[in-house]
Each structure stands twice: as C-alpha cells, then as structure tokens.
C-alpha cells in the first residue's frame, strides 16, 4: 500500500517514501536540497539561491554544476522523480510531500482557533509537544542557522502561551513548569520571569521568588548592562511581600462572572425560570463552565424545584452527564431510578444508559447489560435509530470488558452503522467514540492488522471533522495499536494523549484511559516501568471503587501489592510523561 511521502527536519532528518521504507541519500548534499525546500514556506527557490545557500564557498559555476547530481540523487533515494520540480530557474518540492515543519503550522492554527481555556489548553499542548525536537539536530551547514533561530522564537512563543493559558486556568503548578522551560530556551525573556513569579506568589514559594528575581536583575545587569522593567520589580515587591492574588482555580473573565451573577440571581428568585436555561443545548456554556460550579447550581435547582415537567426531566439528564463524569455512581443511580420511574418514553433510553454505566464501574456488568438490552428494545419500539446506536455501542464496550469479544464486534459494527446515518448534533462524537472503541476490541482479540485499520479510520474521521484533539481516550488507544510497530508514532500518540486527559475534567476518562496507556508503555518501552504503572492504576482503581473487569485486567498485566499509597490519575500521567521524555 503506498501513502504519502514524509519528511521530518524536527530531530534527525528523515525522509519515509511512499512505500513506507525509509530514503537513503547517496550525498548529505542532496538530503540539504529536501530539507531546505521544506523549511521555505513556498517550497520554492531560485536554482542559483539553492546552489549557493549549499555551497557558499563554491563559485557560481561550480555551485550549479554541484547541484545537478545533489537534484537527482534526491530523486532517486526517494524513488519519484516528480518529488523536485524545475520550472525554469526555480526548483520547488512537490506539494503531496508531507512534512512535520507543515504539522507545526496546522497546530499554531488550531492553538488559535480553539474555542475555550479548555480547548485551547489541549491544543497547546499538542504544539509544544511537536516543537520539543531541534531542528535538524546535528546538521552544521550555515543556512540552518536562520531556520533555527525561528524555530527557536516559535518555541518559545508556544511555551509562553501554554504557561499564560495554564496560569489563567489556575493551574500554577503547570504554569510554573512551563515558565521554567521558557527561561532555560531564553534567559532573557521578561515573561518567563513574570509567570514564576506569579506562579512562586500563587504557590505560596516567596523565598523561591526572592531569589529568582535576585537572579535574573543580576544577570541582566552583568550581562546586558540593563535593569529589570519597573513592572517586573513591583510584581516582585508584591509577591515577596505576601500581597501577590492569584487569580482562582478555574479561568474568570468579566463575561463568566456576569453570567454566574445573573444564573444565581435568577435561582435565588424563582429556580423555576431556570429550568427551561438549564436543559437547553443552545446555551453555550463554555461561556459559564462544565465543571463544579455547573453541578453545583445544577443540583441546587433540582433540590429547589418539584415535579417532573419536560425541562425538569432534561436538567436532570444533564446532570446524570455530570454524575457519569464524575464517577457518582449511586447519585447517578438514584437519580437515574428517579427519572425512569416519572419519565416519557424517550427519556427512557439514556436513563437506562447512565444506569448501566453506574454499575458496570461497580462491576455489576450482568445487570448493566440488562439495562442496556431494555435501552434497545425501547429505542427499537419508539423508532429512535440513534440513541438504539448509542445504546448498542455501549453493550459492546461493556462485552468488549468482560472479553467476550464476538460479541462486542458484531455489536459494534451494527452500532456503526446506526451512528454513520445519523444526523443528532452529538453523533459525530459517538461515532468517534465507537470507531476508536471498535479498533480496541479488534486488537484486544488479537487481530493487530485490522485494529491498525481501524484506528487509521478513527484518525481520518477525526482530523476530517477537527474531533482529534478532544479524544483524549481515542489517542490511548491509537497509542496502544501502533506501539508495535511505530515507535515514534506511538509516542508522540501517548504524550497527546496524556496531554488531553491532563486537561480533562471527565473523571470516568481520566481512569478509562489508564489500562490502555499502561499496555501502550508496555509493547513500547518497558515492561518493569509498565507493572510499576500497572499496581499504581489499580490502586487508583481500588481508591475509586471502580471495578476491573476483564478487559481491564489484560490490558494492565501483573500488577503487585501498592499498600497504603493515595494516588491520583495524573501521578500515573505524569510518569509516563516523563518515560516518554526520558
């Protein structure tokens, strides 16, 4: 099968050719010609600019008589003589070569374009993580030196931006991380100084601030024969002196503050008004938050109003969401009863859902699939396609835990089907979730070529509908399957994925996503650091009653005794970060 052909200039130059194999330059020169077209934004240059930029030493004859093999012994490691074009005097790289250079535009753009803290969060990670690698380490030519100077400005540029969106999100511990690297790439920057500032005045670490900016005023004094801006030093006054605020544990703007002002107002005067706001999709509320404070007000309208109108039914389901999220299994029971027991025909289905999803946590999973089998019928009975789509996919996820694993293919090809022609405004994320939930049971059965083919679906479906970078759960599994087999792949897919659970605030992903990071690591690195990850996740696991099924098991190894340690998600996400980094 022939695919596109790949440079990468970040690390070790690389060139993969349609065939998969890997290019082999007769002459570093003609790797030079590749690299330096695609470094262009155009992929365009005069023949005598690319001849000399190569060889500056050389006269202008020899320069061009040099160029000639360097052209054509690029064409041939590569195998396609259409790969360098030549019209006239210009010589340009052909577009159907893809490059990890052109990654990094399409990241900045979606760090731009991300609607939400959250969103945009996600995507910077994802950028840093892309510009981590120098560029065309070990290379020494002179023409480098400008392309690395700006690769050098747009490294720091995303670790500015990851550090403010970290401190702005309250997450200082991050935003202090990420400062500290901003300083070590440029000692100079202003910026990093300011956000350790403000991150030691957060954190309490006032000594740590006195001495950072001791450090840098001395610096910039001995070494530039400058003084620190008059705004740095009264940020310094304040933080050591105690009197430095940080801003709260979650993102504030003049916009969000209103809307919570007139949400309580409204609340305090007639939490009836509120009803038909709280269960209406249209309202946007990233604008609010998904996370506590929602819940919060949620629960305080349902305490505070009675009956079981439409509205009334539609908050509750909203809060069964967050309930789901936040692993509340018997408030997501209770309610879930609740609701059954006063619902319509169509609040029926997703009731028995979240239902089943509760106890499958609590490793009730024969009673989960009853609830999921009544979903069905019911969905089957009102003539409502897509949530009998959803339900089913989530019988087969549940088949695919306890591996019984016929099942849960023939279930989940049939759930594809249904969610593929359907057209509710979630449906797209259930279909993700289903074609990258239908890869995991592929290779959980053993079948690895077919489960690389359908995470490749999954992959195309999502970059085609810009869904990939809030699948956090799709990439673990992305990670697992190509750990066998692409290395570098499989570890930048393990660093996004953790990036992605780091920022979630969905509590059943953030566990979910564990067993499968934990196989990941080990088919990709190690199996001693994969059983230390595996005893740390069923600790977690154990802490959170969530119940290992099967599946869970398979995928998480040996696992030996933890004792008494307390341990959270991102204890394991931050040492496979750092496996990954290593």
Not at 34 to 40: H, S
Not at 445 to 469: P, V
């Amino acid at each position: 099968m022939s695919g596109p052909i790949r440079i990468n200039v970040l690390g070790d130059f690389s060139v993969f050719r349609a065939d998969g194999d890997p290019a082999r330059f007769r002459t570093n020169r003609a790797s030079e010609v590749i690299a330096l077209l695609v470094l262009r934004e155009s992929r365009r240059m005069l023949r005598e600019e690319l001849a000399f930029d190569i060889w500056p030493d050389a006269d202008r004859s020899s320069r061009l008589a040099n160029l000639r093999p360097a052209l054509s012994y690029a064409r041939q490691a590569i195998g396609d003589a259409n790969i360098l074009l030549q019209e006239g005097e210009m010589i340009s790289l052909s577009s159907d070569a893809k490059s990890d250079w052109e990654d990094i535009d399409m990241l900045e753009g979606r760090a731009q374009s991300a609607e939400g803290r959250d969103h945009q969060l996600i995507a910077l990670y994802a950028l840093n993580d892309a510009l981590r690698d120098p560029l065309l380490r070990g290379w020494n030519s002179e023409w480098i030196d400008r392309y690395r100077d700006y690769h050098g400005r747009r490294q720091t540029a995303a670790l500015r931006q990851l550090a403010e969106t970290c401190a702005t999100l309250g997450d200082w511990t991050s935003a202090l991380e990420h400062a500290q690297r901003l300083s070590e790439a440029d000692p100079y920057d202003e910026d990093g100084v300011r956000l350790k500032l403000q991150a030691f005045g957060a954190l309490g670490r006032l000594s740590e601030a006195q001495i950072e900016y001791a450090r840098y005023s001395k610096r910039m004094i001995s070494e530039l024969g400058l003084k620190q801006s008059p705004g740095l030093r009264q940020l310094a006054d304040t933080v050591v002196s105690g009197r430095y605020q940080a801003r709260g544990t979650k993102a504030t703007t003049a916009q969000k503050d209103l809307v919570w002002q007139i949400l309580d107002m409204l609340v305090e005067e007639d939490a009836e008004r509120v009803l038909p706001l709280l269960s209406t999709s249209k309202l946007n509320w990233s604008i609010a938050t998904s996370g506590p404070d929602l819940r919060t007000l949620i629960e305080r309208v349902m305490r505070e109003t009675n009956g079981w109108s439409p509205d009334r039914r539609g908050v509750a389901k909203r809060l069964l969401q967050i309930y789901a999220q936040d692993l509340e299994c018997q408030l997501s029971i209770d309610l879930a009863r609740d609701l059954l027991d006063h619902s319509e025909p169509s609040d029926r289905i997703p009731a028995l859902n979240f239902l089943a999803i509760a106890e499958q946590v609590q490793g009730n999973a024969d009673l989960a699939e009853s609830r999921l089998q009544e979903a069905i019928s019911a969905a089957d009975e009102g003539k409502q396609p897509y949530f009998g789509a959803v339900s089913k996919a989530n019988l087969a996820v549940l088949h695919m835990r306890q591996l019984k694993l016929d099942k849960a293919d023939a279930e989940m090809t049939e759930a594809l089907t249904g969610l593929t022609e359907a057209s509710e405004p979630n449906a797209l994320l259930s279909l993700g979730f289903a074609k990258s939930n239908h890869a995991l049971i592929a290779w959980l059965t053993g079948d690895h070529r077919r489960a690389k083919e359908l995470i490749d679906d999954w992959s195309q479906f999502c970059g085609a509908n810009g869904m990939i970078s809030f699948d956090s759960m799709g990439k673990g599994i992305f990670a697992l399957i190509s750990a066998s087999s692409d290395i570098r792949q499989a570890r930048a897919a393990l660093l996004s994925a953790v990036h992605g659970a780091m920022a979630e605030r969905n509590l059943a992903t953030q566990l979910g996503i564990l067993p499968v990071l934990v196989a990941a690591i080990r088919i990709a690195f190690s199996s001693d650091e994969a059983d230390r990850l595996a005893t740390m996740t069923e600790a977690i696991y154990r802490s959170r009653q969530y119940a290992i099924l099967p599946a869970t098991r398979r995928l998480l190894g040996t696992t030996q005794s933890s004792g008494n340690e307390t341990l959270s998600p991102f204890d394991v996400y931050v040492r496979i970060r750092t496996l990954v980094l290593r």
